[in-house]
């Protein structure tokens, strides 16, 4: 459940099923990611980019689809890498110490 602002609270928006694919999509977006590009960057800033990257590939698959150029599959899949390189980041994040 979602709190929200006076305490009410609402249904989880996403199906348990559902969650629990798209973690594993996800999951696999950032095995392959770590394969193929092992070191994740030290400068924040830099490993921001890569992110960021990721989103504008995601709004470009977006914009494809809704001109017709594109496949939700597409979009999903941008999503995903996406998601993946937010993990990454936050994984960093989460090993460095508070300065």
Known sequence: ???I???EQIKHPID???LDNLFDAISDSVGQAETKYPN???NLLIAHNIVAEELGE???ALNNYAEGKGTLEQCKMEY???AAMCVRQLGALM?????
């Open 1 to 3: 459940m979602f709190r």
């Open 5 to 7: 602002a006076h305490g």
């Open 16 to 18: 348990y099923d559902v």
């Open 40 to 42: 994740w960057p030290t």
């Open 58 to 60: 995601a709004i470009q």
């Open 80 to 82: 995903i890498q996406c």
């Open 95 to 99: 090993k460095m110490e508070d300065k």
